[in-house]
């Protein structure tokens, strides 16, 4: 039962980087590494970080 509810919460974060991902201009594929808990802070960080260089322009 527990792989269940690891691949709904897997599911329902990976669904919103794949549209969100090409607006930092990262390969909607990487949206795949949001199933390690690790991969989606480091993708959450590093569109954090695009966002603060678009801000600056």
Known sequence: MSGFWWLAISALTIIPMVKLLPF?????????????????????WYMAVKLQELEKR
């Open 24 to 44: 930092f201009g990262i390969n909607k594929y990487w949206a795949a590494v949001a199933v390690v808990p690790v991969g989606t802070v480091g993708l959450l």
